[in-house]
């Protein structure tokens, strides 16, 4: 198991017994960009996760090493010169403890070890998990006492700090996440509730197309977010005082059409769209109406696909297969877009056959091997004894 693994490094290497964290990736059944526009969505965190191992070590150093990827090791000297760092998730925890400095905790030298089976890059929020475990194991060891909706703000300041201007659904979902239900979050007050999956003889799946996206060096996030500002902008300056989309009405948008551009005005009804789709999916996932499910994932992807144009033609293609597959309910891309998984939805007793199914025509029309998950729902960040 990961998590003995990454226990028996840190002994081996600091010679003390770590306290071990465990943070989960998460999925997002739908609600897709609508975060940031003050929307409501639907995830839920997943039993794939990064392990740590933390623990005090009375020094003015913090020594952190992974096997995320490949061996690598970063020194952060508290009272030294925070030059960035060659390692993408070394930049993350600097970010971190400089928030945390600012903020005014009082940090001491510690060692971290840590590892994990979330796929980096496939669109199941490895950042946030990232972000999120590591402040829960340095709240424990060092005593900060850091509520679950600070270490959201904080993680998500780092994301900031980094270059992606992102929501607070990552954080939250990996944070609050619980075994068996889907995370209702209403962005706009951060208030959440649990919505039990009632599905039987069903499964959800991942498939990663294997075409990568890193949201930070691709400013197409931020232009997306840009529209959604704009159209905002114009209903305030026309209409109403509005500071989101979630304020904006179908029939808002209908009365600006012409003062937007063809893209904005299109962006923005996919949002007011999705949001509805949130709603719809709560109560298919509730009264267990698989077809229901399947249909709704189907309409955000396509979606997603012509409105907001996130999608790529390899995710499109993935979820075009599925479309002729008996064992296949539905399926969407998850994510901020531009590559990484589809979520499926598949009857449990056809899961191995469909997926084998859709790996072979997707290799024959792309030459790229896909990757199939499939997936069970866990709970949120937490220690392990």
């Not at 009804?269 to 709603?279: C, D, M, T």
């Not at 709560?282 to 696909?305: F, P, Q, R, T």
């Not at 297969?321 to 589809?342: A, H, K, P, Q």
């Amino acid at each position: 198991m990961i998590a003995d693994d990454i226990k028996s490094s840190f002994i081996s290497n600091y010679k003390k017994k770590p306290l071990l964290v465990r943070a989960p990736g998460r999925i997002n059944l739908i609600g897709e960009h609508t975060d940031y526009n003050m929307g409501v969505v639907l995830p839920a965190s997943i039993e794939k996760a990064i392990y740590f191992a933390i623990q005090k070590n009375e020094r003015e150093i913090i020594n952190i090493e992974t096997f995320l990827t490949a061996p690598e090791k970063i020194v952060f000297e508290l009272n030294g010169d925070h030059k960035p760092y060659q390692a993408f998730w070394g930049n993350y925890f600097k970010a971190i403890i400089e928030i945390m400095i600012e903020k005014g905790y009082s940090l001491e030298g510690f060692d971290c070890v840590f590892g994990g089976d979330i796929p980096i890059g496939a669109g199941l929020s490895s950042s946030a998990a990232l972000c999120c475990g590591f402040i829960l194991g340095v709240s424990e060891i060092l005593g900060l006492s850091i509520s679950k909706e600070e270490n959201a703000l904080i993680a998500q300041a780092a994301e900031h700090k980094i270059g992606l201007n992102c929501g607070l659904m990552d954080q939250y979902a990996v944070l609050f996440g619980k075994k068996g239900n889907a995370l209702f979050l209403d962005c706009k007050d951060l208030t959440l509730d649990y919505v039990p999956i009632n599905l039987k003889g069903y499964s959800w799946a991942l498939i990663d197309s294997k075409i990568k996206h890193n949201l930070a060096v691709d400013s197409e996030y931020n232009k997306r977010r840009n529209s959604c500002e704009t159209v905002v902008s114009v209903i305030n300056s026309s209409i109403k005082p509005v500071s989101s989309l979630r304020e904006v009405t179908m029939e808002d948008l209908e009365k600006v059409q012409m003062e937007l551009s063809p893209t904005d005005y299109t962006r923005a009804k996919y949002i007011l769209e999705e949001n509805g789709r949130v709603h719809k999916m709560m109560d298919a996932l509730k009264s267990g109406n698989g077809n229901l499910v399947g249909s709704i994932l189907l309409e955000g992807h396509w979606a997603m696909s012509t409105q907001y144009e996130i999608t790529t033609p390899e995710l499109d293609f993935l979820v075009k297969i599925g479309e002729g597959l008996e064992g296949v309910l539905g399926s969407r891309m998850m994510g901020g877009g531009f590559g990484g998984c589809t979520i499926n939805l598949l009857k449990t007793d056809q899961l191995e056959s469909s997926l084998e199914a859709i790996k072979k025509a997707y290799y024959t029309e792309t030459q790229i091997t896909c990757e199939t998950y499939p997936l069970e729902i866990g709970d949120g960040v937490h220690l392990l004894k």
